[in-house]
């Protein structure tokens, strides 16, 4: 149980820590990212507007003067393996260009991103008329507007045209995919530590539960223990006073039978507390502990004690058995787990309902459906039901002797012998309880049939 918890626990840690990291690394490479591309921008910025100055001369010249590298005040800060330059006129007709790449696209002013496709080998394309593979490149441009001041006194300044810078956003991308690479390698190695200090987080964490669990696990067992001595007592000495009726007062025989009544309910209870404190789910028992036990024969000897009782509330049990079923088991246990069923189905089945038990073979296990017309569970108690001091109807089951550990009791018992226990169930329908349980062996397949 309290592994479970640890483990449920480190795993909470973890997907907080982890939840947090990823905020953190998606923060990083956003900022990042957008960082570097507000740097690109303003480089982009300062060259064209570096280039401005050249919009006249470009617009009369042309190529003759582009060619001209030592004269253009721009040569500095312009990489023409990586970036271009592009002059438009006012229409946005290309006038010139200079660089390793031109986009055939109309300018508009402020930063753009595109996906242009460029020789893969721009020399070879040179050299050879054969056309040369395309590869797609994103680029960055940023286009701003040239404008001519005007002559006349307080007239505004006409548009002369546009310029527009370009660069490959290639090393970007890789910086982007490094960062991102060493951010995600960065989590996983947090992570792993996180992990490796929360499992000691997590052991310091449970260790003082589990010690306070254990503590009332055993005062449990002990005060249930205790208590069996003066209740037997009280019992006791209340058969008595019942076996010799007049020595009793008339007034008194009322008192009486609460008494024993509630003596009963005690003793159940304490024995249900008894037998929780002393069995954890977890555990198996030990198999010098269990037999090879006939689970047919616990089924048939449940039936026969407890035919009487459907009897007396006109309910139909019927039985569909098959025989030869043996399982590694504990009696009296196994006899408990299914007495417990099956009286839960006849005392909450109303007069004329029917209660059917079934053992059949399923693969390697026995299942044993207990099947009911009573009134049902609702589907948001179904995930409750296995609790301790579970009661859909509490006032009811109080008058009717119910402690709620009835069926914490089964699936302990289940637990303890390797078996599963589930239910299905449908409010003023019924329910079906379904136990599967290991078989030692099987042979026969004989079914008897007891209505």
């Known amino acids: 149980m309290f592994q479970g918890l640890r483990w449920r626990l480190l795993i909470y840690y973890l997907t907080v820590i982890a939840s947090i990291l990823s905020v953190f690394v998606a923060g990083v490479y956003l900022f990042f990212g957008r960082t570097l591309y507000q740097q690109l921008d303003k480089k982009l910025l300062t060259l064209a507007q570096s280039a401005a100055s050249s919009f006249s001369a470009v617009e009369n010249q042309g190529k003759s003067y582009l060619n001209k590298v030592d004269k253009v005040p721009w040569r500095d800060i312009f990489n023409r393996d990586k970036q271009s330059l592009e002059w438009f006129d006012a229409q946005g007709n290309l006038l010139g260009s200079k660089g390793f790449f031109q986009l055939e696209m109309e300018p508009k002013p402020g930063a753009l991103n595109m996906v242009v496709n460029l020789p893969q080998n721009k020399k070879q394309k040179q050299e050879q008329e054969q056309e040369q593979e395309q590869e797609e490149v994103e680029i960055r441009s940023y286009t701003i507007s040239v404008f001519k001041d005007s002559k006349i006194p307080d007239t505004p300044a006409t548009l002369e045209g546009y310029i527009r810078a370009s660069q490959s956003i290639e090393e970007i991308d890789g910086v982007q995919n490094k960062l991102f690479w060493v951010l995600i390698a960065g989590e996983g190695v947090t992570l792993i530590l996180s992990g490796l200090g929360g499992i000691w987080l997590t052991h310091e964490a449970i260790a003082p539960i589990k010690a306070s669990f254990l503590q009332l696990k055993q005062f449990t067992a002990d005060a249930s223990h205790e208590l069996r001595g003066p209740l037997t007592a009280i019992k006791a000495s209340v058969d008595i006073m019942k076996s010799h009726p007049e020595r009793i007062h008339p007034k008194d025989t009322k008192k009486i039978t609460a008494i024993s009544s509630a003596t009963d309910q005690m003793g159940q209870l304490i024995e249900d507390l008894l037998f929780l404190a002393r069995t954890d789910k977890k555990v198996v028992m030990p198999t010098r502990e269990k037999k090879a036990v ?112 009835g069926l914490a009791i089964v699936k302990a018992i289940a637990d303890s012998h390797g078996g599963k226990i589930s239910v299905t169930s449908n409010v003023n329908v019924g329910s079906c309880f379904q136990v599967k349980l290991p078989l030692l062996n099987y042979s026969g397949a004989q079914t008897i049939s007891n209505k």
């Open 294 to 405: 006939s689970l047919d024969q616990i089924l048939q000897n449940i039936v026969v004690l407890l035919e009487p009782f459907a009897q007396s509330k006109n309910i139909t049990l019927e039985s569909q058995i098959q025989e030869d079923f043996f399982v590694l088991g504990e009696k009296s246990q196994l006899t408990r787990l299914f007495s417990n069923l099956l009286q839960n189905a006849l005392q909450y089945t109303p007069e004329g309902g029917t209660v059917i038990l079934e053992l059949y073979k399923q693969s390697r296990y026995a299942v044993i459906n207990v099947k009911d017309t009573g009134i049902g569970i609702s589907p948001e108690q179904l995930p409750y039901i296995f609790d301790r001091f579970w009661r859909a109807d509490k006032a009811r089951s109080r008058r009717e002797g119910g402690t709620g550990l």
